[in-house]
């Protein structure tokens, strides 16, 4: 019971916290309101409201009984409440009304309708409180048929004071709600901006600019997670001049040994050592170049069409179709999407013939398909492809370049960026990459 009422009420209630802390705020002003509302409408207004009704009803049967005693005083006693109490009183013949004018959720007409049956009993009365804006109107049937007609002020029926009592009683609620919507604003905004700090820093933009403020614990995790930042920020520059050193240092020796290969006599050995070198090298490269798939760059807007007409003017290779140029800006860091697209593309035309491009903006995300007419790589094998120096030989030759380090390249720089990559098999019998990013 108690699950299903817990499941129930986090449908319903909102997710930030924003509008939950309003909840806390605002639901207890709003209860407190209803309830003193309540108990004064019941205890006073009510109250209040029947005794008057039945002052004025006996006064109504006075007039009756005073007439039908002594009908020879009858403009006397009519100018007297007229002067004294703004009664508008007729005596006449006209046919009684058969249709009721009262309203039935009216507590003003509830309230009259009572007194009015039991002091004259069915069908011997009728009344409307709507049809004058500032009158009510009843009329008594006498005995003789004779009909009295009253045009009573509202105001000896209903309290003046009920509209005043609501408009305190809801003025002041809403009041200290807006204040509470201020405070809440300012309390929920250091949140907001740490949330949007972390959710860049997550897709490797480095927040350089970002200060701790708001309440004291508020303040206290956006200055631990600046000190995190900076931390990993730290090390992946000491990552990367590390291997820049190690890329120095190797590239030197590498280099001395292929000046002295080339100086042996016997060509074989001297190739098939150069062969194993360059290989190194190859090797060597694209490994820096997955480690430093994290470099320090900006986040920038970026034009998609654009990059990608860049990309095709790059390789100069009429194999490259581009189906799709809608306009499509997303934010991101373009050098490492550069180089994560023109990885997908160049493995394409490796292992395939021709590469087609297609660009698919939905409301807040974009699909780029990359499809090729290559062997493909089986299905049972779309995860491993995309470990760092996995190599598939049975559906890729070994007589290609590269390493393993390609998808695990492409699979960083996307992540990164708030996207996600899947595999699958393209309509021309080849390896299908869908990337989608956030836009």
Request: hydrophobic residues 40%.
């Amino acid at each position: 019971m108690f699950s299903g009422l817990n499941k129930f009420l986090k449908i319903i209630l909102p997710k930030r916290l924003f509008y939950r802390a309003l909840i806390i705020v605002a639901a207890p002003t709003i209860i407190l309101q209803l309830i003193i509302t309540i108990v004064f409408y019941d205890s006073i207004w009510i109250k209040a409201n029947k005794n008057i009704t039945r002052s004025l009803i006996s006064q109504l049967k006075t007039i009756q009984d005073v007439y039908q005693n002594n009908r020879d005083n009858y403009d006397f006693f009519t100018d007297s409440y007229k002067n004294n109490f703004n009664f508008e009183i007729d005596i006449n013949d006209n046919p009684f009304p058969l249709s009721t004018g009262e309203r039935k959720f009216s507590p003003m007409d509830r309230s009259l309708r009572r007194e009015l049956k039991s002091t004259f009993g069915n069908n011997n009365y009728w009344f409307n409180t709507s049809k004058f804006k500032n009158a009510v109107e009843i009329k008594i049937r006498l005995e003789n048929k004779e009909v009295i007609e009253f045009l009573i002020p509202k105001e000896m029926i209903s309290p003046s004071s009920v509209r005043l009592f609501v408009l305190w009683t809801t003025l002041p609620s809403v009041v200290l709600i807006l204040i509470a919507l201020v405070f809440l604003k300012n309390q929920t905004r250091p949140l907001v901006r740490l949330a949007k700090a972390a959710e860049r820093f997550g897709k490797g933009d480095y927040v350089n600019n970002f200060r701790p403020s708001g309440a004291s614990e508020i303040r206290k995790a956006a200055y631990e997670f600046d000190r995190m930042a900076k931390r990993i920020n730290r090390h992946l520059n000491q990552r990367s001049e590390m291997l820049s050193g190690i890329s120095h240092d190797l590239r030197t020796p590498l280099t001395r040994l292929k000046l002295q290969l080339a100086m042996i006599e016997q060509k074989n050995i001297s190739e098939n050592m150069s062969k194993d070198i360059d290989e190194m090298e190859n090797m060597l490269n694209d490994y820096l170049q997955f480690a430093k798939t994290q470099s320090q760059e900006e986040t920038s807007k970026i034009n998609l069409p654009k990059l990608f007409s860049e990309i095709k003017e790059d390789l100069k290779n009429e194999n490259l179709h581009i189906l799709n140029l809608e306009e499509i800006i997303l934010k991101g860091r373009k050098s490492a999407l550069k180089r994560c697209f023109e990885n997908v593309i160049q493995n394409g035309l490796i292992y395939g013939k021709k590469v087609y491009v297609n660009l698919q903006k939905g409301s807040n995300r974009v699909a780029i398909m990359f499809e090729d007419d290559g062997p493909g790589i089986p299905e049972e094998q779309h995860k491993n492809v995309f470990k760092p120096f996995f190599r598939l030989d049975k559906s890729r030759s070994l007589n290609k370049s590269g390493v393993g380090l390609g998808l695990a390249i492409v699979e960083d720089i996307i992540n990164s960026h708030g996207g996600n990559i899947q595999l699958g098999k393209s309509k021309y019998d080849g390896l299908q990459v869908k990337i989608s990013l956030p836009f």
